[in-house]
């Protein structure tokens, strides 16, 4: 069973940036598909960004164009730069794997962006 800790949230003003890491406890290199979600109060989850193996990255409209997502799957994590950000991106961001048809989620880590 692998899990998955998120880090990298905190308080930032709008326009600034933050970098979210997502740690595996177990070797991502099989892991076809990784992304981030984000869930914002009294909201539901919603998907911010997806990468899988090869690399092809795909991004929800509200964020392209502003965050990066990838891995390193030497390190077994996946990242999240984010760039440009703006209050509405404030939210609880989660990191998913997909193995095996099964979802796996980490316990979240706050962004909170200022105006």
């Known amino acids: 069973q692998v899990q998955l800790v998120e880090s990298g949230g905190g308080l930032v003003q709008a326009g600034g940036s933050l970098r979210l890491s997502c740690a595996a406890s177990a070797s991502i290199f099989s892991i076809n598909a990784m992304g981030w979600y984000r869930q914002a109060p009294g909201k539901q989850r919603e998907w911010v960004a997806t990468?899988?193996?090869?690399?092809?990255?795909n991004y929800a409209d509200s964020v392209k164009g502003r965050f990066t997502i990838s891995r390193d799957n030497a390190k077994n994590t996946v990242y999240l730069q984010m760039n440009s950000l703006k209050p509405e991106d404030t939210a609880a961001y989660y990191c998913?794997?997909?193995?095996?048809?099964?979802?796996?989620w980490g316990r979240g880590t706050q962004v909170t962006v200022s105006s």
């Open positions: 990468i899988v193996s090869g690399g092809t990255t």
């Open positions: 998913n794997a997909n193995i095996r048809g099964s979802p796996y």
